[in-house]
């Protein structure tokens, strides 16, 4: 059966109380905003944003709305809920539609997570990263692990239908003890959703002037390896199935569907500075810096910044190395000839399995996902 494209929409909130060594997204702490952009003054901007998106709607409504940063809950609850609304207000939220925000576990209330709640969000995704006072602070993060059950807790209190735990594996100094612990805590936790990343030095980030400095000496791959290995072991015993390489989810109406949205190259608007969105075949981006979108949109200017077309190659590219990434795979079908003729060699290596006339990469797959795309779209 044919998927049908759904429309979902980005809220992308800048703030962070301290910046993560470790993080490139988007982000400032207030020491780094300029004039203009300021968090009691966001939620206006970027519901101005929101409202100049009606006339390129055509007429869908908004399956997914993810809130993302920084920490969106560096802002009022009420604020949340006030974008939330202007979402709705001007392109419409489709009956059943997931609204999530992420959370830092020291950024909540009982009384701020029951407002997000009455407000219409029915999914949180908790940045946990780790259960291990010494790997969080070589990533720089401040919340105390003890405050982690019990922010969970209050988001159940709320009425919160579905709870993410988002897990970070592969910091130096973290020992495979370690890792265990943080996975023995999510699932002490028992959430709807667990997300679990290496870690990725980015260019450009305090963390990669460390490694490069020899400050830290990020594992081997082998260790990452196994890392990955223990996550899916323990989270798999926990009744937590994986659906993308680094996600499992207690069934599939647990599974995050804005992710979903976007590894099946649906539609979306992004708002917010640096945003992308994509519709339509076109992909764009906004201004990046908070204080140039703020200035855009006081104008009454678009916050965009550039785009591209998307051909059809590129297109196809992106739809087999998104796609391959899924318990649900690719349809043979839908693979060139050119590809089709890699399947027998990829399965020869247990990189992958052919199932339902689907290819669905192995256990042993998922750990070399890239060069098995690589195989594919070469």
Not at 296 to 321: K, Q
């Amino acid at each position: 059966m044919t998927r049908g494209r759904a429309l979902g929409v980005y809220v992308h909130v800048p703030f962070c109380s301290v910046r993560c060594g470790y993080c490139d997204f988007n982000t400032y702490t207030a020491d780094e905003l300029g004039e203009g952009a300021t968090r009691a003054s966001y939620a206006d901007t970027a519901i101005a944003e929101i409202v100049r998106s009606a006339p390129a709607a055509g007429g869908r409504t908004v399956e997914t709305v993810f809130f993302g940063g920084g920490t969106p809950t560096q802002l009022p609850a009420d604020d949340l809920v006030r974008m939330l609304g202007a979402v709705d207000d001007v392109l419409g939220l489709a009956a059943g539609a997931e609204v999530t925000t992420e959370a830092n576990p020291d950024s909540v209330t009982p009384e701020s997570l029951a407002t997000l709640r009455r407000g219409g969000f029915n999914r949180i995704s908790f940045g946990v990263q780790s259960a291990v006072p010494h790997v969080l602070a070589t990533l720089e993060r401040t919340h105390d692990p003890a405050r982690v059950p019990q922010a969970v807790r209050w988001a159940r209190e709320a009425g919160f239908e579905q709870v993410s735990v988002d897990l970070i594996y592969g910091t130096p100094g973290e020992s495979m003890d370690d890792w265990r612990a943080s996975l023995d805590q999510a699932v002490a936790l028992e959430p709807d959703h667990v997300s679990a990343y290496a870690l990725i030095v980015e260019q450009g980030t305090a963390f990669a002037r460390k490694v490069r400095r020899g400050e830290v000496v990020m594992p081997d791959d082998d260790q990452t390896a196994d890392k990955y290995l223990l996550a899916d072991e323990l989270l798999t015993s926990a009744g937590l199935g994986w659906y993308e390489l680094s996600n499992w989810a207690r069934d599939e109406g647990a599974q995050c569907r804005h992710n979903v949205l976007y590894w099946h190259s649906d539609d979306w608007f992004g708002f917010g500075p640096g945003a992308h969105s994509h519709l339509a075949g076109e992909r764009w981006w906004n201004v990046k810096h908070p204080a140039a979108y703020a200035q855009r949109l006081a104008a009454d200017e678009s916050p965009r910044h550039d785009g591209e077309t998307i051909d059809a190659a590129t297109a196809e590219i992106e739809r087999i190395m998104l796609q391959t990434r899924l318990r649900t795979g690719l349809e043979l079908a839908s693979l060139s000839p050119d590809a089709r003729a890699q399947v027998a060699d990829l399965a020869a290596r247990d990189l992958v399995t052919v199932f339902d006339d689907r290819l669905v990469l192995t256990l042993t797959g998922r750990l070399l996902a890239d060069a098995v795309v690589r195989q594919l779209v070469d």
